[in-house]
């Protein structure tokens, strides 16, 4: 048998420290999920890259560019690297791949550049291969249209405006470039030949940042085994897309 007895005073304290321990345990509880998601939603913010890039692989067609092999020229090198970089970033949804040409192709730098004018992108990436300037140069470059100073600018000319664009371009496209050779240093280890600005026609007036790559030289023994190495095409469109990521997150 349960003997029945009035609820003693300390029973009344009792109860009442549980409820209030019940009620604290809930309250850090919400709280703990909130960080959580706040925590959750800052990650997703910082990580989050959007936008579209345009990327152009040299030549095409009848332009084979470079030769590394009987088999192996230069437009087909960058078209592979091409279409390796869009299937890498077509995992982001938020990121827009377009190529000047997903095919061989004859293809003008005319052609090109209307292309690039009409896609809205905030990137341009040309790739190429590198020859020349003989057997002991290697290494890869990365060029970019430079600022040519255009002289004496009144405060109130247009100038001033398309001036600031064109340096907002540039210093974009240093940032990229910047991004671009940590990546490329891992394949061409200590052969980066530097940013380069040069007024090349395929990145003359463009209005985006805008890079043009060459990916290593045919003409170097070594550059070359390293564009012959089977999964270097998977290496070099991991590098790049890496970088566009990393471009696009931090705009
Ligand atoms: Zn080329």
New binding site residues.
Partial sequence: MFAVRAPHLNDLRFYNEQGAMRKKTIIQCAVCTMMIWLYALAGFCTAYASGSVLIDP??GGSDK??ELTKRDS?ADFTLDVARKIKANLARKKAIKVILTRSDDRDLSIEERKKIVSGSGADLFVSL??NAGFGITSSGYEIYFRGFEQKGQITPDSDNVVDDMIQTRYLNDSIRFSNLVEKEMGKIFARQGRGLRGAPLAILDGLKMPAILIELGFATNHKNKEILLEKSVKDRIAGALSKSIEEYLESK
């Fill in positions: 040299g030549h560019g470079v230069e190429h291969i």
